[in-house]
């Protein structure tokens, strides 16, 4: 039987502090507590987040079968209504083994749910088909475990005070990997989903060195530099790509450059305000959802963009 409780967890602090915002904003209306997952030695800096509670377990969080483990121990700790993971390349790994292993109902991809305070029965919406269309699912009282991407909820004030640490033992059972190595991510500089405007380069780039170009006229604009999932997964030029498995953002501008527009790209970038497009390819699908497009070489159609940009003093309205 689930209590009321929502119970939080996500391995990147920005996203936790995003799926605390809604839980806290949906337990103050129910009368519900907020509780969430550490892992490791040391989670004094999650306590200052928002949660009620924080329950800490010493495992290794890069190892999905001992994060597995922890959730369905803190799961069965707390009995939470509504279990929040954050769909990260762990989260979504760990997510359904949870489910498996508490019995819970599940639905990945959520962009909002709501719960039935009288019944304890939950509605959820999700993602189908990268973003094209929403499904609706109903859930009977009982757990229920939704995983969100970073931009689906927002970030709100914390509680005001620290949560309650709650140290729970960690998995006995030996895992059957063996982390041989571990690179820590590279930092991309400022978080793309809290930028103005941001520069979204394509396969249309040919060259890393073309990159200066195009950093040269995001630092004109006072922008951050985004890009298509090739570019980070198969060029490695990036450490972190716009889309439907990568971030999401919602700028006043987005200017693509190169950019074919798939749909799975499409869903990271929809929310901005005002999309600008610069491709070659008159059918590319990007022209059908920019506000603007322009058909041109990038290569020429940049330099004289930035030329025009110096003689005329534009500058954002954010700029000191």
Known sequence: MSSNTFLVFSEKTSLLQELLG????????????????????????????????LYQVDVDAHNPELVTAALAA?????????????ATK??????PRVVERTGAGYAAWTTGFKVDGGTGSTIAQCMLYTG?????????????ILTAAPGAFEAGPAAGKAAEVVAL?????????????????PSSGARLDIARLVVDVGQGVKQREDLQMVQALADLLD????????????RDWFPEWLGLSGAKIKPDLCLTIGVSGAIQHIVGIRDSHLIAAI???????????ADYGVLADLYVFLPALMERIKARGVRPSWMP
């Open 223 to 234: 922008g951050q530099l985004g890009c298509s999932r090739p570019i980070a997964s198969d």
């Open 22 to 53: 809604e839980a806290r904003r949906q337990a103050a209306a129910l009368g519900w507590k907020v509780a969430a997952v550490g892992l490791g030695k040391d989670v004094s800096a999650l306590a200052e987040l928002g949660a009620d509670v």
């Open 279 to 289: 491709n070659t390819d008159e059918g590319a699908p990007i022209f059908t959802q």
């Open 132 to 144: 094209t269309g929403v499904a609706t699912y109903h859930f009977k009282p009982g757990t229920v």
């Open 169 to 185: 033992a960690a998995p006995a059972a030996a895992s059957s990997m063996t982390i041989l190595e571990y690179k820590p991510k």
């Open 90 to 95: 762990l989260g979504m790994e760990v997510a």
């Open 74 to 86: 803190a799961a069965a700790q707390a009995q939470p209504g509504v279990f929040l993971i954050g």
